[in-house]
């Protein structure tokens, strides 16, 4: 265990810690979008930096990336000083600047007082802001199916070749975990369409509901060895099985206790 | 890709250790050999050096040294650089597009040449500068700049 203090504050936390863990733990609010439980920390979207410094320093501190920074012994953290607020507030200017349609980095902008970008805006932007969470957790689960493409200002994410991405199985994992909602599906009847790519849905054996797509289902039952009945429901159906079975049990017990 | 083309990659692999780490060789060795990236070529590396396609695909697309798109014999760059510029690169683009007929990026129906631009060769004393494959011509003057391509 190390002591650093945060705000003032002396917390104690696990050596090898990311900073930004502990701050969160501590209550403290720090803006990211990037950042996401299941995925390793990779500092793209730059708005958790921090100010440290440490006693022997004299004076001197620097800004880091706290999801990035692993605590150590007698380190001394500021999460929002001014200068940190104008540090802030310039990456989404410019962040805003690239995506000026974006709902998500209007809102937070507007949070450090932003109401439009100070840059000239790319009207013509989507709202990519080139933090990869989707490309990592498809690499988290083992797909890697989209990727960068491209370098500098025509870097796009993109299936290979721009087509319907061969290893792409269709679990929807890129499109929830993109901060800014960019990358869009649509769901009709059983058919998925994601990166122009058609997936079948399975339709759940009771209620008839649309559940995951098939490809999903084989992978997950292939990768994490599920039984191969148990996607022929949904969850919802799952769940009422089980209140019933449970509900069978309970009846069962008063009947024996009797 | 025909059969040839085939032993030829073949050969590549096995000069190479098959693991993701070769992945960059791999793809310089096949620009070498075929002059660009064919598509079939990238989806055997991936599936040789196991490496997702996507990835073979965002590293062939991240560097400017290779290319997707078959290119000439003769690989003719013109450099663009502040020197270069100064000194007139401009005017050696226009005799080269204007010469083989077409603009810089593309390559002629033929197969033989293609134009390049280049930021910078690091010769910027010899400006301009015009290289024709590995071959550098410095203080190219507008009027010989077809010469030096059609030489031998």
């Known amino acids: 265990m190390v002591n650093i203090t945060i705000n003032g504050k002396v917390v104690r936390a696990t050596e090898g810690e990311m900073l930004l863990d502990v701050i969160r733990r501590e209550g403290i609010n720090i803006p990211t979008l990037c950042q996401h439980d299941a995925l390793e920390p990779a500092g793209n979207c730059r708005l958790c ?17 706290s999801c990035l920074y692993p605590v150590e012994e007698g380190l001394i953290v500021s999460t929002h000083t001014s200068e940190l607020h104008e540090i802030r507030k310039t990456i989404l200017d410019l962040l805003l600047a690239n995506s000026p349609h974006s709902d998500v980095l209007q809102k937070m902008a507007e949070e450090y007082g932003l109401h439009k970008t100070s840059y000239e805006p790319n009207l013509e932007g989507d709202n ?6 989707c490309t990592r957790i498809c690499e988290v689960l083992g797909k890697s199916a989209i990727s960068p493409v491209m370098r500098g200002h025509e870097k796009v994410i993109a299936p290979p070749f721009g087509e319907e991405p061969p290893d792409c199985i269709g679990c929807l994992a890129c499109a929830h975990i993109c901060p800014t909602n960019v990358i869009t599906w649509t769901d009709e009847n059983l ?3 994601i990166w122009k790519k058609k997936f079948e849905l399975i339709a759940c054996e009771k209620c008839g509901k649309a559940t995951i797509s098939r490809d999903f289902a084989e992978y997950l039952i292939e990768k994490r060895g599920l039984p191969k009945e148990y996607f022929n429901t949904c969850d919802d159906c799952k769940r009422v099985e089980l209140a019933q079975k449970m509900g069978a049990l309970v009846d069962k017990a008063k009947e024996v206790a009797l | 890709m025909t059969q040839t083309d085939m032993t030829k990659l073949d050969k590549i692999f096995n000069n190479n250790p098959q693991s993701p780490g070769s992945l960059i060789t791999v793809l310089q060795d096949i620009q070498r050999e075929f002059r660009y990236l064919p598509r079939e070529a990238l989806e055997k590396t991936a599936e040789i050096l196991n490496v997702p396609l996507s990835k073979v695909y965002s590293a062939s697309t991240f560097y400017a040294v290779f290319s997707l798109k078959p290119r000439g014999e003769k690989i003719v760059r013109v450099c663009k650089g502040t020197a270069c ?6 005017i050696i683009l226009e005799q080269l597009e204007s010469g083989l007929g077409i603009k810089a990026g593309e390559t002629t129906k033929d197969l033989k040449y293609t134009i390049e631009l280049v930021n910078c060769v690091g010769a910027c004393a010899l400006a301009p500068v015009m290289l024709v494959n590995e071959k550098y011509y410095g203080n190219v003057r507008c009027d010989r700049v077809m010469k030096l391509v059609e030489k031998d």
């Open chain 1, 49 to 65: 930096m921090v100010e440290i410094t440490r006693t022997e320093w004299d004076g001197w501190k620097k800004y880091v990336t």
């Open chain 1, 128 to 133: 990519c802001i080139m933090c990869y969470a």
């Open chain 1, 191 to 193: 058919t998925r369409t």
């Open chain 2, 85 to 90: 510029h100064i000194k007139g690169a401009d």
